[in-house]
T-cell receptor, first 115, second 112 residues
């Protein structure tokens, strides 16, 4: 399966610890998105990359959150000094650049639980 | 971002058609209408999208009102696997992120 891959699928951590999630998009998809989803809500946009450039960030992305895509391929999302409110599913999606209006392909997500 | 309104939940029976409504009265001329669904414990998956004309694919049909202020996703013959949250999203065809802005969607229950 060559879909969007996310790792780890589940992460349990204690409040105050740092966590990092990785996303491997579909090969040759130059656009990559991170979303966060809490229980019972729709996914919320966090940030967007076109190749290695981070072009848009949501106000939801506080200073404790940082995302990178150093070589324009995989991406990481790091949360520093985690809080219980960070508990959520973190979803990654990708799409090819030339497909205006085209579909986003989502991974299965990384579920974070902060104790 | 233009908003959509969907019922919180709907229920249908297996092997029957399902019509999922969506209102988007503030839609602009360059907004595409996208539908995604999310099965339990999975990321969202694309279902269908359209601009003005009705669209059909192997998963569903999309019926768009003439004034484009509403649309309906049609599952022609529901199966248990179609139980999911269905999101109706307006996506602008402009330069930039073209990100999807999700609402709360409609939770569809399929009865055997």
């Amino acid at each position: 399966d060559t879909g969007v891959s996310q790792d780890p699928r589940h992460k349990i951590t204690k409040r105050g610890q740092n966590v990092t999630f990785r996303c491997d998009p579909i090969s040759e998809h130059n656009r990559l998105y991170w979303y966060r989803q809490t229980l019972g809500q729709g996914p919320e946009f966090l940030t967007y990359f076109q190749n290695e450039a981070q072009l848009e960030k949501s106000r939801l992305l506080s200073d404790r959150f940082s995302a990178e895509r150093p070589k324009g391929s995989f991406s990481t999302l790091e949360i520093q000094r985690t809080e219980q409110g960070d508990s959520a599913m973190y979803l990654c999606a990708s799409r090819p650049g030339q497909a205006s209006g085209g579909e986003l392909f989502f991974g299965e997500g990384s579920r974070l639980t902060v104790l | 971002d233009a908003k959509t309104t969907q019922p919180n939940s709907m229920e249908s029976n297996e092997e029957e058609p399902v019509h999922l409504p969506c209102n988007h009265s503030t839609i602009s001329g360059t907004d595409y209408i996208h539908w995604y669904r999310q099965l339990p414990s999975q990321g969202p998956e694309y279902v269908i999208h359209g601009l003005t004309s009705n669209v059909n694919n192997r998963m569903a049909s999309l019926a768009i009102a003439e004034d484009r202020k509403s649309s309906t996703l049609i599952l022609h013959r529901a199966t248990l696997r179609d139980a999911a949250v269905y999101y109706c999203i307006l996506r602008p065809l402009i330069q930039g992120a073209q990100k999807l802005v999700f609402g709360q969607g409609t939770r569809l229950t399929i009865n055997p």
